[in-house]
């Protein structure tokens, strides 16, 4: 006779902390969780800090409307993904964290275990091996909420959205359109078990992000004048990067097409635009960066545009010259 799968209302806190803590025991170092703080060692460097939430329901289903049903390991993966960008996006490495898990306690252990998996393996296969799971919250919910806050350190100076310049080519590095395609495909009423492998690709692109970490500490070393990531939709973004930098961004349509064209298998299951996922479609969590004409930039850039100096009724954002809404993207409120 099957014995009842265990929950975490059964175990209590304790118990899922004694389950989840030798999970991440090899990403725990200096004082980890056990203590009522963490502790992290600093040696005279500028720390960084982001926080990010994931909430059942706004930022993930877990059966989604194609039936596609949501990993905890990969909202565990995303919970890391979506927070060493914004590391990344500042020129710096991630080096510490904290997570705070509400859960309804009729959640099963096996869904905490494969969540704690997940964050470890984000940390190894995403290249934030200097990052330490510093200790966290869990609490009780009627739904499940993750939110994760990372520190991080930088060895050439953070790099801020506010430093492009006319004349910067403005480039990017990671993924273009793939997450906004992939959520499009998950709330699609087509059933998953139909897709294709190419569809499955694009849509993990949405429930496992792939930052290019690593990026932004290179872009610092080559001379980069601003970064951000991308989490809201490019053009969303980058009207962000040029209000601050006091710029104008033109890109060109013919290198955006490149990106367009990966999502064809997508397009043709939603009858979407595919350009619509690349200029607004958020969390992919590409990096964005603006070099001075001059500069050597990292080869796993690509050069999408350039930055022009703002004046008069200028947009912040164009497409060949041609205005482009930059309301348009993410909005948890809208």
Known sequence: ??????????????????????????????????????????????????????????????????????????????SIAQNVSDINAMGGRSTGAVISLSLPPTTSLEWVKDFAQGIADAINALGAKELTILGGDLGKSTEISVTTTVLGETAHGKIL??????GDVIAVAGRLGDAGAGLSVLEHGSSATTWSRAVRRIAEAQCKPVPPLGSGPR????????????????????????????????????VLQKFAARLAPAAQLTKADPMDWVLHGGEDFGLLAAFPADAEVPEEFTVLGVAKARSGRRSLVTVDGKTVTANAGFDHFN
């Open 1 to 78: 006779m099957n014995q009842p799968e265990a929950t975490v209302g059964d175990l209590g806190e304790q118990g899922i902390l004694d389950t989840i803590l030798p999970l991440l025991d090899s990403r725990t170092a200096n004082l980890g969780p056990g203590d009522d703080a963490g502790a992290l060692n600093v040696q005279g460097t500028e720390i960084l800090v982001s926080v990010d939430t994931l909430v059942e329901n706004q930022d993930f289903k877990l059966i989604w409307p194609s039936g596609l049903e949501h990993r905890a390991y990969d909202i565990g993966w995303k």
């Open 161 to 166: 959205r506010s430093g492009a310049k006319p």
């Open 219 to 254: 872009a610092a070393e080559a001379g980069a004048n601003a970064m951000m990531d991308i989490s809201d939709g490019l053009v969303r973004d980058t009207a962000r990067l040029a209000k601050s930098s006091g710029v104008s961004i033109d890109f060109e349509r013919q």
